[in-house]
């Protein structure tokens, strides 16, 4: 599975220039479902291609714009190893596909930019968190979200201590094995034995070594990902990982045991059980500021996207809601500031609620896609500004 950061995100708001198409859908991951989902990409297509032709482009040029995702209709491999949803974007210079741990409603968009607001909820405040799970064998990295969970191709990361500190010395077996009654700092020791490795009284420089090489490779992959961050590991570990740690949003409490006897689901579930207090805490704590601001009027809240979708896009919103399902059409022209708001679908329009949270996001600010009913103000859009 691929991770959708917002180093991502900043590549996909640029990227497109003319005709963007956005397509989202379910997928399933298993069972004769799976054979439903070409099906439904081959639909949502040809509504993309009827939209294209509407919009003025040439029958040839919406084919070969639209033909990376027909290819994909033959791909059974691919169709083996979906996730919960799949998100495609396609303009003549771009094909990007992302299968992610959320089940989207079906939706073709086609406008001068893409459509992100789908994604909002996984990149949102609440959205997401990883679970790092290490040991000698092997290291996984899950992103969950509420309702789901999925494992990250780790790529270049190191994903065993005997992988990390091979290039150290070819020659060096390193292998280990907790010690009965030795500790360090209170807790089980591990024994390093092989050729040429340290003896018993230094396993932990091994170890912090590993999970340096391990954190580079994190921090390499996750980029400014602010999701919250849990790992699960031996007791022995997990304070050693600390040290080496360098991403900003490492959840204090962790998960002590082997990771190795524990499924993705059942280390989704206990991970749940730790970042869902922090997720409602954080929402609860915005929403009651936004009602303090808006209240006191002042002007640092507002429900107004005329205001709101030139603020976002000048950085200065710090906390977005958004409804999630809702969308309203118009144009913002950044030269003159202005907000034009359209009553129906234009082709050269876009929709200025996944405008306004994208431009949040790209700021550094913090979006909270909702359903409508949760939305802190009566409207679609709520924000508090920076200043």
């Not at 405040?125 to 000698?136: E, H, K």
């Not at 270049?156 to 280990?176: G, M, Y």
Request: aromatic share 8%; proline share 5%; net charge negative.
């Amino acid at each position: 599975m691929s991770i959708l950061s917002r180093a991502e995100l900043r590549r996909l708001t640029k990227e497109c220039e003319k005709w963007c198409v956005s397509i989202f859908m379910p997928t399933h991951r298993a069972g004769r479902e799976i054979q439903q989902d070409p099906i439904r990409l081959k639909n949502l297509l040809g509504e993309a291609e009827e939209r294209l032709l509407a919009g003025g482009l040439r029958a040839p040029e919406a084919q070969e714009l639209l033909e990376p995702g027909e290819k994909l209709l033959v791909d059974s491999l691919f169709w083996q190893r979906q996730s919960d949803g799949l998100a495609i974007f396609l303009s003549s210079e771009v094909f990007r596909r992302y299968r992610l741990p959320f089940d989207f409603q079906e939706l073709a968009v086609v406008a001068d930019r893409f459509h992100i607001k789908p994604l909002l909820p996984l990149l949102s405040g609440d959205g997401r968190f990883y679970v790092l799970a290490i040991s000698q064998n092997e290291v996984r990295l899950l992103q969950g979200t509420r309702y789901s969970v999925s494992e990250v191709d780790l790529e270049d990361v190191p994903q065993s201590l005997a992988e990390a500190l091979r290039w150290d010395d070819p020659e060096k077996q390193l292998q280990w094995h907790t010690q009965t009654g030795a500790k360090i700092d209170g807790r089980r020791a591990a024994i390093f034995h092989g050729h040429g490795v340290a003896s018993a009284d230094d396993p932990k420089n091994y170890v912090l070594r590993y999970f340096h090489r391990l954190d580079e490779g994190l921090n390499q992959l996750l980029g400014d990902e602010r999701a919250p961050l849990v790992l699960a590991g031996v007791d022995y570990l997990l304070p050693i990982y600390g040290e080496a740690n360098t991403y900003l949003h490492l959840v204090d409490e962790g998960l002590v045991g082997n990771p190795e006897e524990l499924s993705a689901k059942e280390l989704h579930k206990q991970a749940w059980t730790i970042v869902h207090p922090l997720f409602l805490a954080a929402q609860k704590e915005a929403a009651a500021r936004y009602r303090q601001l808006a209240g006191a009027g002042g002007g640092e809240a507002s429900d107004d996207l005329k205001e709101i979708v030139p603020a976002a896009y000048y950085g200065r919103v710090e906390v977005l809601f958004v409804a999630v399902g809702v969308q309203q059409w118009g144009n913002f022209d950044p030269d003159g500031n202005r907000v034009e708001l359209h009553q129906e679908v234009e082709a050269r329009g876009q929709d200025l609620l996944n405008f306004a949270a994208v431009q949040t996001l790209l700021n550094g600010g913090t979006v909270y896609a909702v359903e409508p009913e949760k939305v802190p103000a009566e409207a679609s859009i709520a924000a508090v500004f920076r200043y």
